[in-house]
T-cell receptor, first 115, second 113 residues
Framework: DTAVSQTPKYLVTQMGNDKSIKCEQN?????MYWYKQDSKKFLKIMFS???????INETVPNRFSPKSPDKAHLNLHINSLELGDSAVYFC??????????????FGQGTRLTVV | KQEVTQIPAALSVPEGENLVLNCSFT??????LQWFRQDPGKGLTSLLL?????REQTSGRLNASLDKSSGRSTLYIAASQPGDSATYLC????????????FGKGTHLIIQP
């Protein structure tokens, strides 16, 4: 079974549209994340979500909003898509311990292309 | 500012060689450090996780070390194979910083048959 799965794998859409990417983890982890990998392959954290607490990277536009219907899911909604939003988006999860987070597991990524 | 740097950015070696990838980070207050592998167009595969209290971890032909005080980690690959060709990413979970992992820009590794 896939530990962290995200859909769709590919998403092509026009500027100005609103789209969502879904993520599910079956590891029982209590923290989930969204990362963005830009055209230069640099990975950067966008959000972390733990037990209804959302931590947002200050560089993320407010057009991006994560939504968690339950502990196993963290979906990413993007409004008014722009050309610069084209990237690969990765979902991840980990378990928070007193000693620090455990190993992070990543989904296979969603390649978003805005035209 | 909490940053992770990887050197070299790219490396090409003949099959069978042992090699070392380097990672440095700017703040020694960390929870853990994780090495990943990314194949072209694919997701991230976790290779090794080193907790801040540990010095090294081993998995098969891979060995990762951690020197927290100097802000360095190395990934040692023994007897390299063409199948090892990929981008290797170092990521650090910093204490007191933004949640989640801070990534280096990766080392693109090519093993020549």
């Amino acid at each position: 079974d896939t530990a962290v799965s995200q859909t769709p794998k590919y998403l092509v859409t026009q500027m100005g549209n609103d789209k969502s990417i879904k993520c599910e983890q079956n590891l029982g982890h209590d923290t989930m994340y969204w990362y963005k990998q830009d055209s230069k392959k640099f990975l950067k954290i966008m959000f972390s979500y733990n037990n209804k607490e959302l931590i947002i990277n200050e560089t993320v536009p407010n057009r991006f909003s994560p939504k968690s219907p339950d502990k196993a899911h963290l979906n990413l909604h993007i409004n008014s898509l722009e050309l610069g939003d084209s990237a690969v988006y990765f979902c991840a999860s980990s378990q928070v311990l007193l000693s620090g987070n455990t190993e992070a597991f990543f989904g296979q990524g969603t390649r978003l292309t805005v035209v | 500012k909490q940053e992770v740097t990887q050197i070299p950015a790219a490396l090409s070696v003949p099959e069978g060689e042992n090699l070392v990838l380097n990672c440095s980070f700017t703040d020694s207050a960390i929870y853990n450090l994780q090495w990943f592998r990314q194949d072209p167009g694919k997701g991230l595969t976790s290779l090794l996780l080193i907790q801040s209290s540990q010095r090294e971890q081993t998995s098969g032909r891979l060995n990762a070390s951690l020197d927290k005080s100097s802000g360095r980690s190395t990934l040692y690959i023994a007897a390299s194979q063409p199948g090892d060709s990929a981008t290797y990413l170092c990521a650090v979970e910093f204490k007191g910083g933004a949640d989640g992992l801070t990534f280096g820009k990766g080392t693109h590794l090519i093993i020549q048959p």
